[in-house]
Nanobody, 125 residues
């Protein structure tokens, strides 16, 4: 069973940067699409942040992070990265890495089969 492990969260100030990492392990390796979602504790709904299609590296972003966040992959290391720049307090959330075997990119959490445990990002003003 494939597993996803996130790292890189932390507490920063407005305008700072963070880089999140998501490493896939186990077999079979089964990523057609990898994505990042975020969830504010108590709000219940996981919000789509960014996705990358493994085959052609096409990327997709929510309007709220476009131009500030960059999703990328390191195929040799089976790792997905999320570079977050110009962070704002509204970016505060638990960030989750997710993956699905299909290459069609979806923006809803229920479309993803594999999830990491989440990493906290806190941005203070």
């Amino acid at each position: 069973q494939m597993q996803l492990d996130e790292s890189g969260g932390g507490a920063v100030h407005t305008g700072d940067s963070l880089r999140l990492s998501c490493a896939a392990s186990g077999r079979p390796f089964n990523i057609g699409t990898a994505a990042w979602f975020r969830q504010v504790p108590g709000k219940g709904r996981r919000e789509f942040v960014a996705a990358i299609r493994w085959s052609d590296t096409n990327t997709f972003y929510s309007d709220s992070v476009k131009g500030r966040f960059t999703i990328s992959k390191d195929s040799a290391a089976n790792t997905v990265l999320l570079q977050m720049n110009s962070l704002k307090p509204d970016d505060t959330a638990v960030y989750y890495c997710a993956a699905r075997p299909q290459s069609v990119v979806h923006y809803i959490p229920s479309s993803y089969n594999y999830w990491g445990q989440g990493t906290q990002v806190t941005v203070s003003s």
